[in-house]
């Protein structure tokens, strides 16, 4: 157990619909990190939170968002889902912001789009 | 364009046996090294990861990876194969102000 959160554990839904994904990070972690692992992309870093301010963008489409609150719990929002979305969304996080920082995977969100 | 990969998709070893998964990498930067190990169903754990130093790099469950600036690689090895190390094996190359760069990932398995 890395001590990272996830909720919910699988999500189905339908195209075009939008649905929000829940990560609360370790104890004590700063940042949180958002990666998105499909068959054919394999595993995509879409964004960073530090603190509650974004620190750093990947591959992340515009119909998704992210966000970060003062408790430090992160919820990465995605809209007018499309079949390509379904895949498995990883939240990470780490007492720092920087790349030598050791992050902690959680368990991950299955979401599945119909 | 920063890059990673792993040439095997799919290896299988005999248990006992030992283990060499490559990874080479693309990277404007001076990289740092990440090898991440994902069972099926679950987040990834790192197994290690190089900085600087000792180009040799001891990890957990019994694991050590080798950084070869000259090869552009960073090839993880295990002396001995056990039954439980069967998973997906991911390497990753990141720097400071950048975004990760994960490879495709080499799938282990282990026989009997």
């Known amino acids: 157990d890395s001590g990272v959160t996830q909720t919910p554990k699988h999500l189905i839904t339908a195209t075009g619909q939008r649905v929000t994904l829940r990560c609360s990070p370790r104890?004590?972690?700063?940042?949180v990190y958002w990666y998105q692992q499909s068959l054919d992309q394999g595993l995509q870093f879409l964004i960073q939170y530090y603190n509650g301010e974004e620190r750093a963008k990947g591959n992340i489409l515009e119909r998704f968002s992210a966000q970060q609150f003062p408790d430090l719990h992160s919820e990465l929002n995605l809209s007018s889902l499309e079949l390509g979305d379904s895949a498995l969304y990883f939240c990470?996080?780490?007492?720092?912001?920087?790349?030598?920082?050791?992050?902690?995977f959680g368990p991950g969100t299955r979401l599945t789009v119909l | 364009a920063q890059s990673v990969t792993q040439p095997d998709i799919h290896i299988t070893v005999s248990e006992g046996a030992s283990l060499e998964l490559r990874c080479n990498y693309s990277y404007g930067a001076t990289p740092y090294l990440f090898w991440y190990v994902q069972s099926p169903g679950q987040g990834l754990q790192l197994l290690l990861k190089y900085f600087s130093g000792d180009t040799l790099v001891q990890g957990i469950k019994g694991f050590e990876a080798e950084f070869k600036r000259s090869q552009s690689s960073f090839n993880l090895r295990k002396p001995s194969v056990h039954w439980s190390d069967a998973a997906e094996y991911i390497c990753a190359v990141g720097a400071w102000g950048q975004n990760f760069v994960f490879g495709p990932g080499t799938r282990l398995s282990v026989l009997p």
């Open positions: 990470a996080s780490s007492v720092g912001q920087g790349a030598e920082d050791t992050q902690y």
């Open positions: 104890s004590g972690d700063l940042s």
